[in-house]
């Protein structure tokens, strides 16, 4: 946030300005909150389409070996995209890392930048006012701040945006399986497979038994 009586750069959630002792505002409006001005991220969640919906289950086979020959059928139908689970795995990793910059990062990183720049100026410019150096840190600390949050909210909005073009497209694949009764999260050609070994050796009785890793 900034301060409206200062100016200064106050950290989120803080209750007073540290600088001039001013009540924080908070406002959904916020510069740096929301990183507005930006209307990129905004633009690309407006196209992103609706979840596909899923058709109703079939009936589990009864019988083992029945179980176990449709198992190995959905394994070869769903192997056909086994790339597009191995992406969407990728793309959710890549979600869980896209951190949100840290206004303390950037205030650290403008005081370094803007000290270093401030003693250059001093040898060429002796004159040169204190003022000056925290006129610029705060600028400097702004202006990086609010671009990396802007870039942080594009690529979070790109994300779930190529999440849900390639889950579209794998229930869409999956919707189209003759006879499918197994759930969407068991339909992966690896999951399959550790269900067929373990229906096969005894340890798993039915695939509800059998718990998908998150």
């Known amino acids: 946030m900034i301060c409206k009586k200062c100016g200064c750069i106050v950290e989120t959630g803080a209750k007073v300005c540290t600088f001039c002792g001013e009540q924080a505002e908070v406002s959904s409006d916020d ?16 196209h992103i389409p609706t979840l596909v919906g899923l058709h109703e289950l079939a009936e589990v086979p009864v019988d083992k070996e029945r179980l176990i ?12 995209i086994r790339g597009k689970y191995a992406t969407l795995g990728d793309l959710w990793l890549m979600q869980s890392q896209n951190g949100e910059p840290k206004l303390g990062n950037y205030t650290l990183g403008g005081f370094l930048a803007t000290l270093f720049f401030y003693l250059i100026l001093t040898g060429f410019v002796p004159g040169v006012t204190w003022t000056f150096f925290f006129v610029v840190w705060l600028g400097a ?15 979070k909005a790109q ?5 849900r073009g390639v889950e579209n497209e794998v229930r869409s694949y999956y919707n189209q399986a003759d006879h499918c009764f197994l759930p969407l999260d068991y339909s992966d050609p690896q999951i399959i497979r550790e ?7 005894g340890t798993i009785t039915s695939f509800r038994e059998y718990k998908v890793q998150g």
């Not at 020959?69 to 192997?79: A, C, I």
């Not at 600390?141 to 690529?155: F, H, P």
Request: no cysteine.
């Open 31 to 46: 510069l740096l909150n929301t990183f507005a001005g930006d209307r990129a991220a905004e633009d690309i969640r407006a």
């Open 69 to 80: 020959g449709e198992l190995q059928r959905l394994q070869g139908y769903f192997s056909r």
């Open 141 to 155: 600390t702004s202006i990086t701040y609010i671009q990396a949050g802007k870039a942080y909210e594009r690529r």
């Open 159 to 163: 994300l779930e945006a190529d999440i």
């Open 195 to 201: 269900l067929i070994v373990g229906i096969t050796n």
